[in-house]
């Protein structure tokens, strides 16, 4: 199978296409996520801004992470679906929305992140390498490493 994949959102609208495999997913259990989701937490697919093509408009909603970095998360203005989100300290990434791509097995998720904010309803997997808050860069190097 070729690298990448695509996506969109539910009306159609929006439209994305990914020419690199996915550096790293996960799935985050934070507020800000669980508010944005419509579920528990968000699955984010973490790709290569060069490697990411988006078309269509989107409006966008920027607020700061607990870490005080600005993350902006877009979505499409007609049927509201989450489309991706960056992050200021993080330039060079996207992080597209688990939920707008065309074959949602096309990635595998890797870790979860603020797991201590997770809905009893919403069951952190156990399998997964789990951080009670967003973990520091060698935490995940090592938890990407096990999940190998
Ligand atoms: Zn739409
Ligand atoms: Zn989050």
Redesign the pocket.
Known sequence: MAAGFAG???????RFACSADPAMVGHCHCIDCRKSSGTGHCTHVVVPRAAFAVT?RLTTYARPADSGNLVTRA???????PIYSTNAAMPDLVFPRASSLDDPEAIKPQMVVYASRAPSWDVVDPALPSFATMPAPGEVAAAMAQAR
């Open positions: 969109g959102c539910l009306c159609g609208a929006v269509g979505f499409c203005p007609t049927c509201g679906s």
